[in-house]
């Protein structure tokens, strides 16, 4: 291990990245409320609670996203 080298923190891609990580969030939300029609209650609690943490992570990513398209900016 001692002869490995760190990788360079190549920032390029990560607005794409991130982008693509939203998109697919969102996917999962849309796909998640077509299982909710045969989930039981406590299933779509649980669906609910896990929608409303992607809906999080949503918001969290986007910032992201302005974060380096303003840092790849200069």
């Not at 990560?14 to 029609?37: C, F, G, P, R």
């Not at 609910?48 to 943490?53: C, D, M, Q």
């Not at 302005?66 to 840092?71: C, L, Q, V």
Request: net charge negative.
């Amino acid at each position: 291990m001692a002869n490995q080298k760190p990788n360079p923190d190549n920032r390029a891609d990560n607005v794409d990245k991130l982008q693509e990580k939203v998109t697919n969030t969102i996917e999962n939300i849309e796909a998640s409320h077509d299982s909710m029609q045969f989930a039981t209650e406590e299933e779509k609690q649980n669906i609910e609670a896990k929608n409303k943490r992607r809906n999080q992570s949503i918001e969290a990513m986007r910032q992201e996203i302005k974060d380096e398209a303003r840092n790849q900016q200069y």
